[in-house]
C-alpha cells in the first residue's frame, strides 16, 4: 500500500474524534463510497491493508466487505491541505461498494439509477458498450460491431496511419492550438475504434488499465 506513512495524529478530527473518508476505485477514479474513521479505524487500515471505518449508527468498528466478501485492499492514502479530509484509493473486490449492490454508492442522479462517472475512457466504452448490446441502425458504433473483427480492425488500422501523418506533419517550431488539435483529433479517433475492439472481444478496460498499472515502473 502507498503513502503508509500518513501521519494518524496530525489529521484534524471533528469534535465526535471522526474524519470524512473518500474511497476512490485506484484504476478509473470512480468515486466508490464515503464514510467516515477515527484514529484507530484509519490505524487498522494502514496496518491491515484493508479499509475499516467507524459506525456511528452502532458505535463500533466495522471492516468493509466482512460479511459480503467486497473487501477494500487499500492502493493509497491520502489527507487534503486542511489535513480535516482523506482519500483513499482502493481495489473494490467484487466490484461493489455499496449494500444495494451497486459499484457505487452514488449511483443515483435525480432519482434514476445511473452508472457513476469515472475517467473518460471508461465513460466512452461504458457507450460503446450499450451499443454493443442494443444496437440501432443510425449507430455508427452498431454498425462497426455489425461488421465484426474486418470492419473494425480495418478502422484501427486507418486510424493509426491518421495518427501517424498528423505526428509527420507536426512542426515542432509551430506548436499551435491548430496542430495539437489534429493530432488529439487522430488520436481520439484510434482511442474510440480500439475500445469497440475491446468491446467486441469483451475484454473490460480495466483488465487494459492493470497491465498500464503494472508497467508504470
Not at 492502493?75 to 467484487?94: A, N, P
Not at 445511473?114 to 441502425?137: F, G, I, K, M, N
Not at 487522430?186 to 488499465?209: G, S
Amino acid at each position: 500500500m502507498g503513502n503508509q506513512a500518513i501521519p494518524v495524529e496530525a489529521i484534524k478530527y471533528d469534535d465526535r474524534g471522526l474524519v470524512p473518508t473518500i474511497v476512490q476505485d485506484y484504476l478509473d477514479g470512480t468515486v466508490l463510497m464515503m464514510a467516515w474513521m477515527n484514529q484507530e479505524s484509519l490505524q487498522k487500515t494502514i496496518e491491515t491493508g484493508e479499509t475499516w471505518f467507524w459506525s456511528r449508527s452502532r458505535q463500533e468498528f466495522w471492516h468493509k466487505g466482512e460479511t459480503s466478501g467486497h473487501l477494500q485492499l487499500v492502493k493509497s492514502l491520502r489527507y487534503d491541505c486542511d489535513s480535516d479530509c482523506l482519500l483513499i484509493t482502493v481495489e473494490q473486490i467484487g466490484d461493489i461498494a455499496c449494500h444495494t449492490g451497486e459499484r457505487s454508492c452514488f449511483h443515483r442522479v435525480n432519482s434514476h439509477v445511473e452508472a457513476p462517472p469515472a475517467d473518460t475512457l471508461s465513460q466512452v466504452y461504458a457507450v460503446v458498450r450499450d451499443r454493443r448490446d442494443h444496437p440501432t441502425e443510425t449507430s455508427y458504433t452498431s454498425k462497426l460491431f455489425a461488421g465484426g473483427d474486418n470492419k473494425i480492425l480495418k478502422k484501427i488500422g486507418e486510424e493509426s496511419a491518421e495518427v501517424v501523418m498528423a505526428c509527420k506533419d507536426d512542426d515542432p517550431a509551430a506548436k499551435d492550438a491548430v496542430t495539437q488539435s489534429a493530432i488529439a483529433g487522430e488520436v481520439a479517433d484510434l482511442f474510440y475504434h480500439t475500445l469497440v475492439a475491446l468491446a467486441h472481444h469483451n475484454v473490460d478496460l480495466k483488465a487494459v488499465y492493470r497491465k498500464l498499472q503494472e508497467r508504470r515502473s
